[in-house]
């Protein structure tokens, strides 16, 4: 199973994107999707999950209030909208699922399945 991101691009300060992600068999189960970035030079960090069942969400507290994960039952497809988008949030923005019980949505090692990644630049 692939995940497949989209939804990248170049914005100014303060503009809106709005990121997909869509796992490549629809009858993939997960339990948990996330959001993680990458910035030139960092270690990948977290920013957002769902909880696919119910909808229970959660956020980095750099996001929280200006980015909102969703997901679409229908379409088998996680969002990420991100509004008032600032310069340091500008990196590589990478999807991920997990299928079984996570101990903390935050760590990255708990996710077996990512997505390729796309940029996210924003300018000042």
């Known amino acids: 199973v692939q995940l497949q991101a989209s939804g990248g691009g170049l914005v100014q300060a303060g503009d809106s994107l709005r990121l997909s992600c869509t796992p490549s068999?629809?009858?993939?189960?997960?339990?948990?999707m996330g959001w993680f970035r990458q910035a030139p030079g960092t270690e990948r960090e977290f920013v957002a999950a769902?909880?696919?069942?119910?909808?229970?969400?959660y956020y980095a507290d750099s996001v929280k209030g200006r980015f909102t994960i969703s997901r679409d039952l229908a379409k088998n497809t996680m969002y990420l909208q991100m509004n008032s988008l600032k310069p340091e949030d500008t990196a590589v923005y990478y999807c991920?699922?997990?299928?079984?019980?996570?101990?903390?949505?935050?760590?990255?090692?708990?996710?077996?399945?990512w997505g390729q990644g796309t940029q996210v630049t924003v300018s000042s």
């Open positions: 991920a699922a997990n299928r079984g019980i996570l101990s903390t949505v935050r760590d990255d090692s708990a996710y077996g399945y």
């Open positions: 769902i909880r696919w069942n119910g909808g229970h969400t």
């Open positions: 068999e629809r009858t993939f189960s997960k339990n948990y």
